[in-house]
Nanobody, 118 residues
Framework: QVQLVESGGGSVQAGDSLRLSCAPA????????MGWFRQAPGREREQVAT???????EYADSVKGRFTVSRGSAQSTVYLQMNRLKPKDTAVYYC????????????YGQGTQGTGSS
């Protein structure tokens, strides 16, 4: 069973940084890609950053140059370094796993709140 647990969320001042972590609740598992999504109040969930097993990354335009996604030594561990946070970055951030290149992001964690206060 694939279960993911996020940590590292919190409330900081605009311009500050947060680092989110995601790891499996149980044993590590193989993945094709890991990613971070977020959902702000009243808005749909959006893709923030993803990274494949080969290290290829993609970012939403709104976070390019400020956020960095990286993987841990285990394929099922991923991090999101968020710098120069803005109030509009305030959302619940979810870690997600994509097990196969022909599959979508089916497995999500419970989420962690990230807030950039003005």
């Amino acid at each position: 069973q694939v279960q993911l647990v996020e940590s590292g969320g919190g409330s900081v001042q605009a311009g500050d940084s947060l680092r989110l972590s995601c790891a499996p609740a149980g044993r590590p598992f193989s993945t094709y890609a890991m990613g971070w999504f977020r959902q702000a109040p009243g808005r749909e969930r959006e893709q923030v950053a993803t990274i494949t097993v080969r290290g290829n990354t993609e970012y939403a335009d709104s976070v390019k140059g400020r956020f960095t996604v990286s993987r841990g030594s285990a394929q099922s561990t991923v991090y999101l370094q968020m710098n120069r946070l803005k109030p509009k970055d305030t959302a619940v951030y979810y870690c997600a796993a994509r097990l196969d290149p022909c599959d979508s992001y089916k497995y999500y964690g419970q989420g962690t709140q990230g807030t950039g206060s003005s």
